[in-house]
Nanobody
Framework: QVQLVESGGGLVQAGGSLRLSCAAS????????MAWFRQAPGKEREFVAA????????YYQDSVKGRFTISRDNAKNTVYLQMNNLKLEDTAVYYC????????????????WGQGTQVTVSS
């Protein structure tokens, strides 16, 4: 098990940028695949991005490709989500998640979650 704490959310104008961080506790962080999901009011939680334990492979939802970048620093037990050219529809609570095994895009396959950080994009 790992404990996850997200930070970096906030209010930003459309077209702006934010970088989310997810700090993990535990000595086995480097063995976990990591992902970001988001949930907007009244909508289901959706996959945003994921990467493998060593960051060698990354995966993105189509709507964020070319705008968002997921990365990790295993020495710092941290995963990041760089979000550029933010759009109104990116407004949501963003959650960090971890699992052992492959980097899945299915939220039900993750058993470690952070508390979430709010991202609000204004016009």
């Amino acid at each position: 098990q790992v404990q996850l704490v997200e930070s970096g959310g906030g209010l930003v104008q459309a077209g702006g940028s934010l970088r989310l961080s997810c700090a993990a506790s535990g000595r086995t962080f480097s063995t976990y695949a990591m992902a970001w999901f988001r949930q907007a009011p009244g909508k289901e939680r959706e996959f945003v991005a994921a990467l493998t334990w060593n960051g060698g492979s990354t995966y993105y939802q189509d709507s964020v490709k070319g705008r968002f970048t997921i990365s990790r620093d295993n020495a710092k037990n941290t995963v990041y989500l760089q979000m550029n050219n933010l759009k109104l529809e990116d407004t949501a609570v963003y959650y960090c998640a971890a699992r052992q095994g492959y980097a899945s895009g299915q939220f039900y396959q993750y058993d470690n979650w952070g508390q979430g950080t709010q991202v609000t994009v204004s016009s």
